[in-house]
């Protein structure tokens, strides 16, 4: 299969699009003044307790106080909070924990005000960024993540990926790591270990204990709240869960953010350095990869297969809701209605797993697909669904169909659901319903071009339209852009992109400055 990553870099946002076999699965924003990512580290101090919840409210900084349940404690809150204290008093002078003594678990059952009072400082790790009007959600068990290993301080056990199959390999990972493990800390082997040798990932543990010191030197004497170790921006977080031999091209459309990327994939995957490219095309770089047409057909409330049926998602407080339809153009007279139903089905299922993927969509959802009266139909359906979501790295649990038909499916939630409005307001008439004539919009531009040529001399211009309006203005022979350089004596660079709608237009100068008319 053959995999993508589009980035597209900004000065306010970063948005990164995963293609497989050219076909949009993934997209992710980041905005550059982001103070939250999930897998930050913070000292935070408990605000409050609340036996009700069975919870905590955490000052880590954030508008809204911090959420931690009494579940995300983890069994070595004990411990955690020993090393935090002691980091903080200077009592605790090494980031080892091989001198430590490992304190008793706390017991699952328990009640938030036993284990934890108000004003403690307490090592926490952001789980959920921040949703709608809450604040993040925490949890103590922290881990550090790399590329084929994570970090668990306070634990001792070595768990390797499920998604490694060979029972032979899985051993192999298994002592190999334990035989290389500090004492009183946990790893968990990721798949991407697999077939590694014991040089390589003993340089990751080294490189994941750097971090770890790093956090406990930040505790000398703090006082909460506090971050004490950044993720990796998002960008580079992709690279190292997703990163792996079908990895076909990796193109950014930033020099600087090129060279990052580069200097990056040196320290991770040498040998692919390669597949960093650097987009200098004058197209948009979602343009130029077909991203921009699947953003606007994949967002918004229904989706269209390519059968003719499709998609309609919904989303309350709740939940998610997906109902399937077949639309008015699947045949039903060649193979019988029940083939042609599970046909529709299976493609629908193909186009949720994708979409719960693109759109991030978790918690709680409901997908009613078309009714099927044979029971093998039902069972195929159920394990197409697992197949296709194979492929998501969130966890999952999927349900079989119930007695009506319809399917439930939990997905974890780490952030807001991705929403992208596809609409587009008419530049024309500004949502009053009347628009100008359409023969007129070459009319317009030559008019404003006139007044730019005049007022701005000596700047290189530069217009920006809808791909259409690039067309007509390109066409034939003399084209209209022709006619303007023998009129004004000047040349016009025309660019399109999707992003415009088809009656908009604007002027810029050669340094991307616009050119305002007015």
Known sequence: MEKELIIDSSPTVVQIAFLEDKRLVELHHQKTNTNFTVGDIFLGRVKRTMPGLNAAFVDTGYKKDSFLHYTD????LKSLLKFTKG???GSQQNHRLDQMRIEPDIIKTGKIDQVLNKKDAILVQILKEPISTKG???????????????LAPFQNVVNVSKKVSNSEERKRLQALVESIRPKNFGLIVRTAAEGKKVADLHEEIMSLMAKWKQVHQQLKNASPPRKLLSELDKTSSILRDLLNDSFNKIVVNDEEMYLNIR???????????NLVQWHKGRRPIFDEYNVTRQIKTSFGKTV????????VIEHTEA???????????????TDGVDQSTLRVNNEAAAEIARQLRLRDIGGLIIVDFIDMKNPDHKKELVANMREFMKKDRAQHTILSLSRFGLMQITRQRTGPVMKIDTSERCPSCNGSGKVQSSLIITDEIERDLEFIVQSHPKTKINLRVHPYVEAYLKKGFPSKRLNWWLKYGRKVKIQSSYDFPLMGYKFFAENNDEIRLN
């Open 136 to 150: 993040p959600r925490l949890s103590c068990e922290i881990t550090i993540p790399g590329r084929y290993l994570v």
């Open 73 to 76: 404690l983890g069994p070595k």
């Open 87 to 89: 980091s903080i008093n």
């Open 263 to 273: 200097s990056y994939m040196q320290s991770i995957a040498p040998k692919k350095v």
């Open 304 to 311: 269209t297969m390519k059968s003719g049926a499709y998609l």
């Open 319 to 333: 939940m998610h809701v997906i109902d399937v339809n077949s639309g008015q153009k699947i045949p039903t007279n």
